[in-house]
């Protein structure tokens, strides 16, 4: 079975970091991008960033809303995918979820149950 | 950053009805376009990519189209797990932006 679980979701003090894994089985972990979007309480999607393939140069995007303070990374022999998140404020509490994206397709096929992240003193 | 806008942000209907959403970019972004499903309390489900492309499983009565910057998705017969969230999202270039989403009630 395809399938993603995310793990590593907790309450945070405001400034501090947390890590998100993203773990990948019953697929070639490598062959695709992997993406992270969170949802806050009440709230719409709102995609955070991801990492391209390592055949696509293992790149990283984000959202203006994180850059500079969340890193993603991958580790393609464990079949994980990593969210950083350093600097952590209120408005980033929400779940977050990761997906896998296709090359042929850039959609989000393949989503996990998502992690919640709350962020408060 | 491209915006993505959809509409109606809330749409009741009936078991039955069709029912059509709709998504603009604020600049074109060709086909790259799809669209999700969230019920509630679980991970959004895809939909439709390429703006018109079916992905395997998902029940015929769904259909998109559209080009450039306007797209739809179309429900042809709603059934009674059809209401539920939708979200349009851009995959044209990052940031990968999604659409406020429109939420289907039962009238």
């Known amino acids: 079975e395809v399938q993603l679980v995310e793990s590593g979701g907790d309450l945070v003090q405001p400034g501090r970091s947390l890590r998100l894994s993203c773990t990948g089985s019953?697929?070639?972990?490598?062959?695709?991008?992997m993406n992270w979007v969170r949802q806050a309480p009440g709230k719409g999607l709102e995609w955070v960033g991801f990492i391209r393939s390592k055949t696509y140069g293992g790149t990283t995007e984000f959202a203006a809303s994180v850059k500079g303070r969340f890193a993603i990374s991958r580790d393609d022999s464990k079949s994980i995918a990593y969210l950083q998140m350093n600097g952590l404020k209120s408005e980033d509490t929400a779940m977050y979820y990761c997906?896998?994206?296709?090359?042929?397709?850039?959609?989000?096929?393949?989503w996990g149950q998502g992690t919640v992240v709350t962020v408060s003193s | 950053d491209i915006q993505m806008t959809q509409s109606p942000s809330s749409l009741s209907a009936s078991v039955g009805d069709r029912v059509t959403i709709t998504c603009r970019a604020s600049?074109?972004?060709?086909?790259?376009l799809n669209w999700y499903q969230q019920e509630p309390g679980k991970a959004p489900k895809l939909l439709i990519y390429s703006a018109s492309t079916l992905q395997s499983g998902v029940p015929s009565r769904f259909s998109g189209s559209g080009s450039g910057t306007d797209f739809t998705l179309t429900v042809s017969s709603l059934q009674p797990e059809d209401f539920a969230t939708y979200y349009c999202q851009q995959s044209y270039s990052p940031p990968r932006t999604f659409g406020q989403g429109t939420k289907l009630e039962i009238q």
């Open positions: 997906s896998r994206e296709p090359r042929k397709s850039l959609a989000f096929d393949i």
């Open positions: 019953g697929f070639t972990f490598g062959d695709y991008a």
């Open positions: 600049q074109t972004i060709s086909n790259f």
